[in-house]
């Protein structure tokens, strides 16, 4: 069964860095595009990066210049290093992982549980 297990979200201030991960388990890692996605209370769902297969990247104009997405593929972690942040980025933060050739989400993609982020 696919899994996916988000880490590292928590507390920090603003101005201040967080590296989530994202790991990875039960299909190939390296065939399948990767997405960070948030929710904030009230707040629809919105993409903030995406890590095509051919390794091309799309991040939300919100957070250009800010956050990198990236991988492992031999440790099938995804990862997302979140600089300078901001309150507005406090939200519930979701790995996502599309196993077909259409843009991320859809209805086949598979989601992780989340991790909380806290700007205050």
């Known amino acids: 069964d696919v899994q996916l297990v988000e880490s590292g979200g928590g507390l920090v201030q603003p101005g201040g860095s967080l590296r989530l991960s994202c790991a990875a388990s039960g299909f190939t890692f390296s065939t399948y595009s990767m997405g960070w996605f948030r929710r904030a209370p009230g707040q629809a769902r919105e993409g903030v990066a995406v890590l095509e297969r051919d390794d091309s990247t799309r991040y939300a104009d919100s957070v250009k210049g800010r956050f990198t997405i990236s991988k492992d593929n031999a440790k099938k972690t995804l990862f997302l290093q979140m600089n300078s942040l901001k309150p507005e980025d406090t939200a519930m933060y979701y790995c996502?992982?599309?196993?077909?050739?259409?843009?991320?989400?859809?209805?086949?993609?598979?989601w992780g549980q989340g991790t909380q982020v806290t700007v205050s």
């Open positions: 996502a992982a599309e196993p077909r050739f259409v843009p991320i989400p859809s209805a086949s993609t598979y």
